[in-house]
């Protein structure tokens, strides 16, 4: 085990060294300066045991010749548990869904430290004026709304989570086609392999255009393997912002919808910026009361990373507000309708300089937490209790 350790450590830091340099190459091509950020999470938990840290360092850059380009992305992850089997938290988790490159490896795993490394992007890529073509891990994103995006089949995210700086990437082949100015064909082709060996396809192909103000989507092909399209809108009425997205699949043992739809807009209030959001989610994935959460937990979608949360109904608000131009203020509500739990969160950032920021802010989880036998999950988040976090990024 320790060998194999070493052997993942040599072989991604060669990788690192060879592609990361190579992006900052400027003798044959186009160079990029590299950039990345360090980032420092330490938090704690009311729940016993619930104290720890997990600190991200993260390159990234892009460079080419000619019509070519490549692109990389190297970070490691340092987490440290108080107690080996507290519960860990999955605020600034990367979401996955069996990618098919073996691009990370694991340094050290033990009672209270996990080290881990990885690619986030390693793809190449060419262009001409109207087409796109790239391969290798790499960012698709399909969804319309901002928090809860059903019709997003890559990699939808944790809506509450505060650390999110990227989306992660997926190991697929694009092409991208744009007839116009305002449109384009999108055609992923994403192979995936899942942690018994099980090898799947995701095979779809989008449209877009814009029309009267409105950005109009649509895809349609196979998920996982399963039948499926999706419909997105954007666009405004009167001063607020309109999002909607919905999701048609057939899965082997019923069709399901899946669809969202929210309001956003941007207010003026004693000269700062408030910004004000709700979306409501209805999932034919999710679970409709506590009863059925053993089973959507061990579900093929969710141990995919298909759900962003667990419940069939979810609504979620968010209000931020520029105290000036270095504070913010924000504050957020992700309910589920079924079992009436919600989790809450607030925070405070503050702009230390133009490559330092700071962050802090708590969660705290509403509802019922009376596990039992029958029940082991009474709620969805009623049993996350108070967890608050103190934030350090500095970018470069």
Not at 340 to 365: E, I, K, M, Q
Request: no cysteine; aromatic share 10%.
């Amino acid at each position: 085990m320790r060998f194999q350790r070493r052997v993942g450590l040599r072989a991604g830091a060669a990788w690192a060294a060879v592609l990361l340099s190579a992006l900052g190459d400027t003798s044959s091509g186009q160079a990029m300066q590299l950039n990345g950020y360090v980032q420092a999470v330490p938090l704690a938990g009311t729940r016993e045991g619930q104290f720890g840290e997990f600190n991200r360092v993260r390159l990234f850059g892009e460079s080419g010749v000619g019509a070519f380009g490549f692109g990389a992305a190297y970070e490691h992850v340092l987490t440290f548990r108080r107690r080996a089997e507290a519960p860990e938290f999955h605020l600034g988790a990367v979401p996955g869904g069996g990618e098919w490159l073996r691009l990370q490896w694991t340094v050290a795993e033990r009672d209270h430290v996990v080290w881990q490394h990885r690619f986030d992007r390693l793809y190449v890529g060419w262009e001409s004026e109207r087409l796109e073509i790239s391969v290798g891990r790499q960012v698709v994103s399909w969804g319309t709304a901002l928090f809860l995006t059903p019709s997003d089949p890559f990699t939808p995210f944790n809506p509450v989570d505060p650390f999110r700086e990227f989306r992660a990437g997926v190991d697929a082949a694009r092409l991208r086609f744009f007839p116009g100015a305002l449109s384009e064909v999108d055609l992923v082709v994403r192979p995936t392999r899942s942690p018994a060996g099980e090898e799947v396809v995701t095979a779809l192909i989008r449209g877009l255009t814009t029309a009267r103000n409105w950005e109009l989507s649509a895809w349609v092909g196979i998920v996982y393997g399963d039948p499926a399209g999706a419909l997105g809108a954007a666009g405004s009425v009167g001063g607020w912002a309109v999002r909607a997205e919905a999701v048609l699949r057939q899965l082997p043992d019923r069709v399901v919808l899946r669809g969202t739809l929210g309001l956003d807009r941007q207010l003026q209030v004693g000269g700062r910026d408030l910004t004000l959001a709700v979306e409501y989610q209805r999932d034919g994935l999710g679970a409709d009361g506590p009863d059925a959460y053993p089973a959507t937990l061990v579900s093929a979608t969710f141990l995919r990373g298909e759900h962003q949360v667990l419940g069939r109904d979810e609504t979620v608000a968010r209000a931020s507000y520029q105290l000036d131009p270095l504070w913010s203020l924000s504050g957020l509500v992700l309910w589920n309708l079924n079992d009436l739990s919600a989790t809450t969160g607030t925070s405070v950032a503050y702009s230390a300089s133009s490559d330092v920021a700071v962050t802090t802010g708590a969660f705290l989880g509403l509802g019922d937490d009376d596990a039992t036998d029958a029940r082991p999950l009474p709620s969805e988040y009623g049993s996350a209790g108070l967890s608050v976090y103190l934030s350090l990024s500095w970018y470069f």
